[in-house]
């Protein structure tokens, strides 16, 4: 199973392809970790693509499809996997399209989560990931001063640098006017599913699940 998901930044994509990759045991790839990580490892690629990030702004296609493509050549995929934030622009679709067809592939399901912009603003407001397991959750001690510890392992958690409420307004924008046109180009292709990603986290994991069961009948 080849599944994308899309969404406005704090949509729940991380969330969901978390737990949907359990649940359908294939690999859940992260764009935003995979530069995260090379922005952590100071790499060339790091340090240019944190320029973008720091910005709001999306990092070249280029440069972001040819990082995936490399990701996706691993073996860990070859059953399926599922896309977290790529593709984001239509040109990014185009060539993960040409990636997979030279290996008779294509996707399977494509699911939109939509999410009221005030949500999301006070979602990632709120967010906090851990910085030893690396596990994204929300704190209820935004502004308390107090550190809080990982539901998970117990580590320090900490706030993106891009979560901050004017880089996040940026992102929403960015989100419009870049990847929304993505939502028709991949219903033209008959892929796209809206999912309701508002409500409880397994509320959407049972919606997304049902779009995916439902698409692979088609
Ligand atoms: P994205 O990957 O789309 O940017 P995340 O999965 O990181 O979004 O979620 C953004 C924030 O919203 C996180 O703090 C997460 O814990 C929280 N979150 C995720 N799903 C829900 C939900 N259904 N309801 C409320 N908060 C959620
Ligand atoms: P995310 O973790 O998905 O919110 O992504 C964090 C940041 O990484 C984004 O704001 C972009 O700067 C960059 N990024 C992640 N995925 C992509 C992508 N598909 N295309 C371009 N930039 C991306």
């Known amino acids: 199973m080849r599944i994308v998901l899309i969404g406005p930044p704090g949509a729940g994509k991380g969330t969901q392809a978390r737990l949907l990759a359990e649940r359908l045991s294939i690999p859940a790839i992260s764009t935003g970790d995979l530069f995260r990580t090379h922005v952590a490892q100071g790499t060339l690629l790091g340090r240019e693509a944190r320029k973008y990030m720091d910005a709001g702004a999306l990092v070249p296609d280029e440069v972001t499809t040819t990082m ?43 699911l939109a989560f939509d999410v009221p912009d005030d949500d999301v603003v006070r979602r990632l407001t709120a967010r906090r990931v851990c910085g030893e397991c690396g596990l994204v959750q929300h704190t209820d001690h935004v502004g308390s001063g107090k550190p809080s510890s990982c539901g998970g392992c117990g580590g320090t ?56 069961m439902r698409g692979s009948a088609d």
């Open 68 to 110: 995936t493509a490399e990701r996706l050549a691993e073996s860990d995929t070859d059953s399926g996997f599922l896309l977290d934030g790529f593709p984001r622009t239509v040109r990014q679709a185009e060539l993960l399209r040409e990636t997979l067809a030279t290996q008779g592939a294509d996707l399977d399901r494509v």
């Open 157 to 212: 958690l900490q706030r993106r640098d891009d979560d901050r409420e004017e880089t996040v307004r940026k992102r929403l924008t960015v989100h419009t006017e870049q990847t929304v046109p993505l939502l028709d180009w991949y219903t033209t292709q008959g892929l796209l599913t809206r999912v309701n990603a508002t409500g409880q986290v397994e509320q959407v994991t049972q919606r997304a699940l049902a779009a995916v």
